[in-house]
């Protein structure tokens, strides 16, 4: 039996009160993945788990003809409301669709492209759900994964840290939930040969880029907030440059490809 809480709205895992660096994260992992998905008129692209809609709108406001799929009724009403409520909005609202990612209720080969953001660790049959996605792609589509990376260089040090401290001091371990642990509503705890597995069953992969570097790193938010605004900015988009070159480091990592017919059939 499926055991989910749909009737959660995920306001616990969308933070509110933005470091510099969690907004630095969201709006370079948003960037990437829409403009991967390559989004204008004539093009017709999914949002898979498309939670409260804002990239489904994104992607409608450039123009392309959207759909928004989301199993809770919860989410996908609060999409309604902050599209209706969108000012940037010009043309059509996306569509919603209440869907499991492991059944997607559209035709093989129906989409230019497909967009998964944030949403993969969350599943609990994630390989069907990239199979459904290379699906409903058309052969030269595309299928884009954006996914937190448990195994980047911050984890690394942070879980080092802890390690030590544990070591050498007589303190008992930090209770809590660490950076570096998975959240209790993950399924898998992602890292990037994980993805790049999973993904190539399905997809002859044409980028994996990462996005951000240091984020959770003991002590990088408080420095970020005593560096004047134009440092803070210029050391996150260095460490962003290192980032796209070295996935396997990066706070989170994009995969893009095309869908592999051939796989796709025998699920
Ligand atoms: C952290 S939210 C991400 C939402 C959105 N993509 C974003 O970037 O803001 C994870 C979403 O996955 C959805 N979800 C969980 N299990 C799912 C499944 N098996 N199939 C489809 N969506 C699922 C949840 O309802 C939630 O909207």
Not at 137 to 145: A, M, S
């Amino acid at each position: 039996m499926r055991v989910i809480d749909l009737d959660r709205d995920m306001s616990d895992v969308i933070p509110t009160g933005l470091t510099p660096d969690s907004q630095f994260l969201f709006a370079r992992m948003t960037d990437v993945t829409l403009d991967l998905a390559g989004a204008e008129p004539g093009r017709r692209i999914l949002d898979v788990a498309s939670g409260v809609g804002q990239d489904a709108v994104s992607l409608a406001v450039r123009g392309a003809a959207v759909v928004g799929a989301e199993p809770s009724a919860r989410m996908s009403g609060m999409a309604r409301l902050f599209a209706e409520g969108d000012g940037r909005r010009e043309g059509a609202l996306p569509s919603w669709v209440r869907a499991w990612s492991d059944a997607l209720p559209f035709a093989t080969g129906s989409f230019d492209a497909v967009i998964c953001k944030g949403a993969i660790d969350h599943f609990d049959r994630p390989e069907e759900a990239v199979a459904e996605m290379a699906r409903v792609t058309r052969p030269t589509g595309r299928v884009v994964l954006a996914i937190a990376n448990f195994e980047s260089l911050a984890c690394r040090v942070a879980r080092a840290r802890d390690e030590l401290r544990e070591r050498l001091l007589p303190r008992p371990p930090r209770r809590g939930r660490r950076g570096y642990d998975a959240p209790s509503d993950h399924f898998t705890r992602y890292e990037l040969d994980l993805m790049r597995e999973q993904a190539s069953r399905h997809l002859d992969l044409e980028v994996v880029e990462g996005v951000s570097l240091g984020w959770g790193m003991p002590g990088w938010s408080q420095a970020l907030r005593h560096l004047p605004s134009g440092v803070a900015r210029g050391a996150l988009q260095a460490l962003d440059w290192i980032a796209r070159r070295a996935p396997a480091w990066a706070d989170v990592a994009v995969l893009a490809g095309r869908p592999r017919r051939s796989a796709t059939i025998s699920l």
